[in-house]
C-alpha cells in the first residue's frame, strides 16, 4: 500500500501504477480511493475497457455487495456504450443466478436498459426469475418497472389486464407470498374503485380462503375491498363467519369483524389492525 | 463462532434441567411457593439483558486495532466506523472513554482540500465520510472547528439539474446521497445552499407503488433507502408528501416470526433494520405497528454476551456497524438506560441546534438551544426529530436543569406544567405549544389555561407525539389539578425510565 500511495501523491499514470492499483483492489476492494486513481489511469492510458469489464466481472463474483465494483462497472460500461449492453445484461443475469435479489445488480440492470436499451426480453426474463422464485420481490418490482417503462411495450393502461390474471395466478400457487398481492394493488394504485369492480380480485380471495382460512393477505385484501364499498357475496360473508367463530370475534360490522379476526391471526401486527378497525369507513 | 453456539446450547440445556427440575417439584410435591417459580422464570428472562460494559469494551477495543486483517480491510471507512462506535457510546453513557481532542484532531486530518472528508487520511473526498465527519464532531459539540463555507459548499455542489445528488465528483447517484447531503448540511444549518425543492421532487420520484422508495426512480423499494428518503423528506418539512398509513404497514411487515426486522420481502432479519425501519415509523409516527417486545428480544440475542459487540442476526460474527444500529434500535425501543436518539439525523438528542427553514416546523429560538424551546410538530406528521418517547426524555433534561421543588406529584406536575409552560412562551394561552389537529376525535389542550386543566389523551392506537399513552394522565376536565396516577407511575423518578408499554392502564372514552 506504500508503493500505492507513492504513485497516487506523484500523480503517476504509467502502465504500473496501472499494476499496483490492481494489487491494491485484490488487497481490499472496497478501498475506493485506489478505484478512483485506476479510473484516472485508465483515462489517461487509453486502456482497451473490454478487457476493464472482464477484470471488474472477474472481481464482482467474488463480491457480489461491494459499492465500489459495481460502480466502476457502470462507469466502465458507460464509456463503451451500446456496445456492452448485451455483455452488461448478460453478466447481471450470473449474478442472479447466484443471487436473484442483489440489490446492486438490479440497480445496474435497470441503469442498463434506460441508458443502452435491451428491453425485448425483460419481460419474459421477470416471468423466468419468478418461475424459479415466486416469491423474489425484485423480480416483482421489475416486472412493474418494464410494464411501465419499457418502450417497446404498452404502458400500464394496456398491460393491466393480462398482468392482473398473472398476479392472481401467483396468488393462487403461493398465497402466503407478499409481492403478488402487492402487485396486484399496485396495477390499481389511485383507481381502488376499479380493484373493487374486478370480479377476479374478490373471487380470489374467495378462493384463497376456502383453502387457508387465515391467510391474512386475503383478509387484508377483503378489508381492502370492503372499505371501498365492495358488497360481499353470501359465500365470503360465510367464510368470515365461521373465522369469527374460530378466533371468538363478535363485531356488529363485516368489516369490523375482519379486522378484529386480523388481529388475532396476525398477532404481531395486532395494533396495525386495530389502526384499520378505527378507520373503518362508517 | 462454534464456541458461541455451544455455549448457547449449554445454557439453554441448563435452563431445560432448570425448569424440569422445577417441574417435577410442583408436580410431585407442590412445596414450591409462586415466588421460587416467579424467580425462576424471572432469571431466564433476564438472560435477555443488555451487556453495556461488554459493549463498550468491544467499542473501544475496535478503536484501538489498526493492524489486524478487519481493521486494515476497513482502513477506507474509518471514519464511518468512528461515527458508529462513537454514537453507541455516547448513547450508552460512556463518551467520555475516548480521547476527545485525539478523535477531533484525527477527523479533521481526513478533510480534502475540496472540501470534503475522505474516509481516513489520505483518502479521496466523498459525501458518505463528510456526513460522518459532521456527525463525530457534533457528538463533541465542535461543529465550529469547521469551515462551514468550505464543507457545505463541496456538498452543495455536489447536487444535480434534477435534484438528486452524487457521492463525489465521480457521479453516482443514489437516494442515500440526497439524505446524507441534506443531513449535514441541516446540522451545518445552510440548507440554504442547495435547491431544496428540486431535491425534494427527486426523492420523491424514487416513490413506489408499495409506498416505499429505492435507490434511484423504479428501484425496489428497501428500508435502508426508505430511510434515507423519509430522513430527508423529515428534515425538510416534506414528510405530507409521503402516504403514512401505505408505507407504516409496508414497514410494519418487515416483522419476521423471530421478532426481527428483514429490509425486503422474504429476506432474512438483520439487526441493523432495527433502526432502517424503526427509524422510519417514529418519523411517519406509525411504531405501535411492530411488536417491540419482540423486537427489543431479537436485537438482544443478537448480542455476543461474552466478547461484547452485536452482530446482524443471533450467533454470527459481531461488528461495529450492527452494535450501534441494534444499541440504536434498542433505544428507539426505550430499553432503559439508554439516551433517546433523533431518527432523523441518528444523534443522540441532546446534540446542539435542531434549526429548519419550513415555516410550518416549530423550530428552535434563536436565543440558545435546549431547553429555551423545542419542536412539537404537527400532531398529523410527529416531528421527525422530536417524537413522543423523545420529547419525554428532554422534559426529564428540561426538568432537571430547573431548580425543581422536591416532592413526588408536585415535582411531577410541576415538570409537566414547566414543560408546556416553557413550550408556549410562558404565557397562559395556548400557542405554539397548542396540539389541534383537523381530526375532531383527538382530544386537544383547551383553550383557557393549561395543565391540569386538561390534556390531551389522544387515541392509543396512535401515539400523541405530545404526550404518549404512558405519560398521559386522565384528568376530570374542568375541575383543576385532580389527576389519578395509577401506582406504577412513580412521581419523582425521570420519565425517561419509564417504559410501560402500550397496552393501557387507562380506557380511553
Given at each position: 500500500?506504500?508503493y ?29 480511493t ?6 484516472l489511469?485508465l ?9 476493464e ?11 457480489t ?6 460502480h ?5 460500461a ?7 449492453t448485451?455483455?452488461?445484461l ?5 449474478i ?11 440497480s ?19 416471468d423466468k ?19 411501465t417503462?419499457?418502450p417497446v ?14 398476479a ?7 398465497p ?13 394504485k ?10 377476479r ?10 383453502n ?16 371501498h364499498?365492495?358488497e ?25 369483524r375482519v379486522c ?12 396495525y389492525w386495530?389502526w ?7 | ?5 455451544m ?5 439453554a ?5 432448570e ?11 407442590g ?16 438472560m ?6 461488554k459493549?463498550?469494551?468491544y467499542?473501544?477495543?475496535v ?13 477506507h ?27 477531533v ?8 482540500e ?11 473526498p466523498?459525501?458518505?465520510y ?40 465521480w457521479?453516482e ?30 426523492i ?8 416505499g ?7 425496489e ?27 407504516g ?8 416470526k ?11 432479519p438483520?439487526?441493523?433494520?432495527s433502526?432502517?425501519?424503526l ?6 409516527d ?11 428480544k ?14 446482524d442476526r443471533?450467533?454470527d ?6 452494535t450501534f ?26 446534540i ?6 419550513n ?5 428552535f429560538?434563536?436565543?440558545?438551544l435546549?431547553?429555551?424551546q423545542?419542536?412539537l ?9 422530536f ?5 419525554r ?8 436543569t ?14 409537566l406544567y ?9 404565557t ?11 381530526n ?39 375541575q ?10 412513580n ?19
Open positions: 500500500m506504500d500505492f500511495r507513492a504513485v497516487y501523491l506523484a500523480d503517476e499514470r504509467s502502465p504500473r501504477a496501472l499494476k499496483l492499483t490492481t494489487e491494491a483492489i485484490h488487497l481490499n476492494a472496497g478501498n475506493y485506489v478505484w478512483q486513481f485506476r479510473r489511469i483515462e489517461t492510458l487509453h486502456v482497451d475497457l473490454h478487457d469489464l472482464d477484470f471488474v466481472g472477474e472481481l464482482a463474483r467474488d463480491n455487495k461491494n459499492y465500489q465494483i459495481w466502476h462497472r457502470r462507469w466502465v458507460e464509456k463503451l456504450g451500446t456496445n456492452a448485451s455483455k452488461e448478460e453478466f447481471t443475469q450470473e442472479f443466478s447466484e443471487d436473484a435479489k442483489n440489490y446492486h445488480a438490479w445496474h440492470r435497470q441503469w442498463v436498459l434506460q441508458t443502452l436499451g435491451g428491453w425485448e426480453d425483460e419481460l419474459e426474463y421477470c426469475l419468478l418461475r424459479d422464485d415466486i416469491f423474489n420481490n425484485s423480480a416483482w418490482n421489475q416486472r412493474y418497472f418494464v410494464v417503462r419499457s411495450l404498452g404502458g400500464l393502461e394496456a398491460m393491466r389486464d393480462s398482468e392482473v390474471a398473472y392472481i395466478k401467483a396468488i393462487l400457487a403461493k402466503e407470498n407478499e409481492s403478488p398481492w402487492r402487485y396486484l394493488r399496485g396495477l390499481y389511485d383507481d381502488m374503485q376499479s380493484l373493487v369492480k374486478d370480479p380480485v374478490a373471487s380470489v380471495c374467495l378462493d384463497v380462503l376456502m387457508k382460512r387465515d391467510c391474512v393477505h386475503a383478509l387484508n385484501m377483503v378489508l381492502d375491498l370492503l372499505c364499498g365492495y360481499p357475496s353470501k359465500t365470503l360473508e360465510n367464510a368470515i363467519d365461521a373465522l369469527c367463530l374460530d378466533s371468538g370475534v363478535s363485531d356488529s360490522g363485516l368489516t369490523e378484529s379476526v386480523l388481529q388475532v391471526v396476525d398477532r404481531m401486527r395486532t395494533n386495530k384499520r378497525k378505527s378507520v373503518v369507513p362508517v | 463462532m462454534l464456541k458461541r453456539e455455549e448457547r446450547q449449554q445454557m440445556n441448563q435452563r431445560m434441567v425448569l424440569a427440575m422445577l417441574e417435577s417439584r410442583v408436580m410431585n410435591n412445596d414450591l411457593t409462586i415466588t421460587q417459580v416467579n424467580d425462576s422464570i424471572e432469571r431466564g428472562g433476564r435477555g439483558e443488555l451487556k453495556t460494559e459493549h463498550v469494551k467499542i473501544l477495543s478503536e484501538k486495532r489498526k493492524d489486524d486483517y478487519v481493521s486494515v480491510v476497513m482502513e471507512l474509518r471514519l464511518n466506523g468512528a461515527y458508529w462506535g462513537l454514537t453507541t457510546l455516547d448513547i450508552l453513557g460512556k463518551l467520555d472513554a475516548v480521547d476527545e481532542d485525539e478523535v484532531s484525527w477527523v479533521m486530518q481526513c478533510q480534502h475540496s472540501g470534503g472528508f475522505g474516509g481516513n487520511t489520505g483518502h479521496d466523498h459525501v458518505l463528510t456526513l460522518s465527519a459532521i456527525q463525530v464532531l457534533a457528538l463533541f459539540d465542535k461543529i465550529e472547528v469547521l469551515d462551514i463555507e468550505k464543507v457545505s459548499n463541496y456538498i452543495a455542489g455536489l447536487q444535480n439539474e434534477d435534484g438528486s445528488f452524487s457521492g463525489d465528483m457521479g447517484i443514489d437516494t442515500r446521497f440526497s439524505y446524507i447531503a441534506i443531513c449535514s448540511l441541516a446540522l451545518l444549518h445552510r440548507l440554504d445552499k442547495i435547491n431544496v425543492e428540486r431535491a425534494v421532487k427527486y420523491l420520484s424514487c416513490q413506489n407503488l408499495d409506498g422508495f429505492g435507490c434511484t426512480p423504479g428501484a423499494s428497501h428500508a435502508g433507502q426508505i430511510f434515507c428518503c423519509v430522513g430527508a423528506l423529515a428534515i425538510t418539512g416534506s414528510l405530507h408528501h409521503v402516504d403514512k398509513d401505505l408505507l404497514w409496508w414497514l410494519c411487515e418487515r416483522q419476521v423471530s421478532g426481527g426486522l428483514n429490509g425486503r420481502p422474504e429476506k432474512l438483520d439487526v441493523c433494520y433502526w432502517w425501519v427509524s422510519s415509523l417514529i418519523m411517519i406509525r411504531v405501535n405497528w411492530i411488536d417491540k417486545e419482540k423486537l427489543v431479537f436485537i438482544l440475542d443478537c448480542q455476543d454476551k461474552e466478547n461484547g459487540g452485536i452482530s443471533p450467533d460474527a459481531v461488528d461495529v456497524f450492527h444500529f441494534g444499541v440504536a434500535g434498542l433505544s428507539h425501543l426505550e430499553y432503559p438506560g439508554l439516551k433517546a436518539i433523533d431518527p432523523a439525523y441518528a444523534l443522540p438528542v441532546d446542539g441546534q435542531h434549526t429548519t427553514p415555516p410550518s416546523w416549530h423550530h429560538g434563536s436565543a440558545g435546549w431547553p429555551t423545542f419542536c410538530g404537527r400532531p398529523s406528521e410527529t416531528c421527525s426529530i417524537p413522543a418517547h423523545i420529547q426524555y428532554r422534559a426529564a433534561l428540561a426538568r432537571k430547573k431548580n425543581m421543588v422536591a416532592g413526588g406529584l408536585t415535582a411531577f406536575v410541576f415538570g414547566f414543560y408546556t409552560m416553557r413550550s408556549v412562551g410562558g397562559n394561552e395556548l400557542q405554539t405549544g397548542q396540539h389541534t389537529t383537523p375532531p376525535s383527538w382530544h386537544h389542550f383547551g383553550s383557557a389555561g393549561l395543565w391540569p386543566t386538561q390534556i390531551c389523551l389522544g387515541r392509543p392506537s396512535e401515539t400523541c407525539s405530545v404526550f404518549p399513552a404512558h405519560i398521559q394522565i386522565r384528568t376530570v376536565p374542568n383543576g389539578c385532580r389527576a389519578s396516577i395509577p401506582e406504577i407511575l412521581p419523582g423518578v425521570d420519565i425517561v425510565q419509564f417504559s410501560i408499554t402500550q397496552t393501557e392502564i387507562f380506557n380511553y372514552k
